[in-house]
């Protein structure tokens, strides 16, 4: 299995002049250096991260990985970054978004998991988070910001399987260019492409897009 990091945005809502995973974590690491080390003991070899906004920044701090550029970061969203991160890559793969700040079990719980997984927080959630919907068989049908009667939040962490990568990929060129990646899952199970939830809310997990999720990850990873 292999991790691909999603790194490449500019992250204009937090407003900071660097890279939004370089923001250091009460404990002294970076969100993405946190990232790393906990891919890494969990097992991940192969760690690709994807970068764009001021990606120099991102690849001298964090040497011990592979890299990939998004080169149109700018007018492009997560779906094609992933689609970078993606390419030549025939295992199963879980990414991440760049700015999610997640303990060890959550890692844990995707890689054990058989099937395609979307890491799930089952809370209530608002505008701004991306919303699914499973069906009585307990498979994703809907997942987007927009979906209706959300059952609850994919945190921005996803499992899919070596045999379903080039239909992952063929998702992901069929995104605009500001869809973000949940738009190729939804291609997926329009093609009858299996996704589980994987419930993840006993542990403790973050986006950060805005200055208050900043503050609320700040005091829920002090230590």
């Known amino acids: 299995m292999k991790a691909v ?6 992250g204009s809502r937090l407003g900071r002049p660097f890279p939004k995973t370089l923001s250091i974590l009460p404990t002294g690491e970076t969100i993405l250096g946190r990232q790393i080390r906990l891919f890494r ?15 120099t920044l991102i690849m001298e701090q964090h040497p011990n990985v592979f890299f990939r550029y998004n080169p149109v970061f700018y007018i492009t969203n997560t779906c094609k970054s992933l689609l970078c991160g993606l390419e030549d890559l025939d295992d199963d793969v879980l990414w ?3 700015d999610v700040i997640f303990d060890p079990g959550v890692i844990q719980g995707i890689m054990a998991a058989k099937h395609n997984v979307v890491a ?4 209530k959630c608002g505008e701004e988070e991306v919303k699914y919907r499973t069906d009585e068989s307990g498979n994703i049908t809907a ?25 992952l990929v063929r998702g992901l060129e069929r995104c605009e260019d500001l869809d973000y990646f949940e738009r190729a899952l939804e291609f997926m199970i329009r093609d009858k492409v299996q996704f589980k939830p994987l419930d993840i809310s006993e542990h403790r997990c973050i986006e950060v897009d805005f200055p208050e999720d900043w503050h609320a990850a700040q005091q829920m990873f002090a230590g």
């Open 5 to 10: 990091i999603l790194a490449a945005g500019v």
């Open 96 to 98: 991440v978004n760049g």
């Open 120 to 123: 799930v927080n089952c809370q």
């Open 143 to 167: 997942i987007s910001k927009t979906t209706e009667n959300g059952e609850g939040e994919a945190v921005g962490m996803n499992k899919v399987l070596a045999a379903h990568v080039p239909a």
């Open 41 to 55: 003991e969990a097992g991940m070899r192969e760690i690709i991260v994807v970068v764009g906004f001021k990606k």
